[in-house]
């Protein structure tokens, strides 16, 4: 296990990193010539490598929630989960917790005949290595497989967080163990609202992904965010860009954008995919258009996006409350 910086030597080093940032935006910080190559066909979502993993992952991936997570919604969830894989989105994330099991169950019921066309990832909120070793054991059993392809420590919200999971008999610990096993094939860390955290995390221990909030609205109040990003770019992780639209709180603002700036916005940073919570069908068909038709978007544009949302962001607190 590699566990490499104190939390003294940490918060010196990225104090005044984080205050040089101040509130100019993300955008400030977009360097084109790092985003990754997409390519896609009219009726398939086009992919990026997942960092270090060198998995070719679609840009739309499909998140866990929503419709998914419902255990009486079973027969539109696999609707949904199905014509994903049809038109080509190849990740799919859960977790235990997503509908008390209701998610993983659903998804359990599409892997059982397409397994194979899945880069599947689920993960641990449990910091124990025996609480993690359960919990994988009943995520197989509802996901009807014998292998995940990435196991994340779920949510990480503090220093604290990190260094429960990475001690000994910790979760991290049972991980390399499923690891050395074939039980799972990569290790990854999720955060929802602490960049600083985060970025404590990666420096701590080489994760191979990173699952992080990326939307317009957060840098204002998250001034690490892009220190991660860069520093998660700099180790060659897979980073995943979760809650784009914020909960969809941007759309609740007279329109303030619309999925393509949403989506286009979080892919205009140098991640492998960005994962979305799906309702229905015909919004499945809608992403795999906006990530098919994606190009990246100027620092200009992307700080347009980003005044559009810093109003509202400071009226109503959106984001802090979002997760």
């Known amino acids: 296990m590699k566990y490499t910086m104190n939390r003294r030597k940490f918060i010196h080093t990225t104090a005044s990193v984080a205050a040089g940032l101040g509130v100019a935006g993300l955008s400030s910080i977009v360097d084109a010539s790092k985003i990754m190559a997409a390519g896609g066909t009219p009726d398939h979502a086009p992919k990026r490598k997942l960092g270090k993993t060198e ?30 894989l049809d ?40 910091r124990t290595y025996d609480g ?47 690891r050395s096993q074939g039980v799972i094939r990569h290790i990854g860390i999720t955060g929802h609202r602490n960049s600083e955290a985060l970025l404590y995390g990666i420096n701590s221990y080489d994760f191979d992904t990173i699952l992080m909030a990326l ?19 700099e180790k060659r992780m897979g980073i995943i860009a979760m809650k784009i639209t914020a909960v969809n709180n941007i759309f609740r603002a007279d329109g303030l954008t619309t999925m393509d700036e949403a989506m286009g916005y979080a892919l205009s940073f140098p991640v492998s995919t960005a994962i ?33 949302v810093k109003p509202y962001n400071e009226q109503v607190n959106f984001f802090k409350r979002s997760w």
């Open 55 to 84: 998995y070719n992952v679609s840009l739309f991936s499909l998140g866990g929630e929503s419709t998914v997570q419902i255990a009486s919604k079973s027969q539109q969830a696999v609707e949904i989960i199905d014509r994903a």
């Open 132 to 178: 993690t070793m359960r919990l994988i054991e009943q995520s197989l059993e509802r996901l009807q497989t014998d292998y995940l392809d990435l196991y994340q420590v779920h949510n990480i919200r503090s220093h604290d967080d990190i260094e429960r999971a990475l001690s000994r008999n910790g979760a991290v610990e049972a991980m390399e163990r499923l």
């Open 276 to 308: 979305i919570g799906i309702t229905s069908v015909g919004q499945v068909d809608e992403n795999v258009r906006v990530a098919r038709d994606f190009r990246p978007m100027s620092q200009n544009r992307l700080a347009s996006i980003e005044e559009k």
């Open 215 to 233: 939307n317009a609205g957060d840098i204002f109040y998250d001034p690490f965010q892009g220190d991660l990003l860069n520093r998660a770019l």
């Open 87 to 126: 038109l080509g989105v190849n990740y799919i994330d859960t977790a235990p917790s997503y509908g008390a099991g209701g998610s993983e169950t659903n998804i359990g019921l599409v892997m059982a005949r397409r397994r194979n066309q899945v880069f599947l990832a689920s993960k641990t909120h449990d």
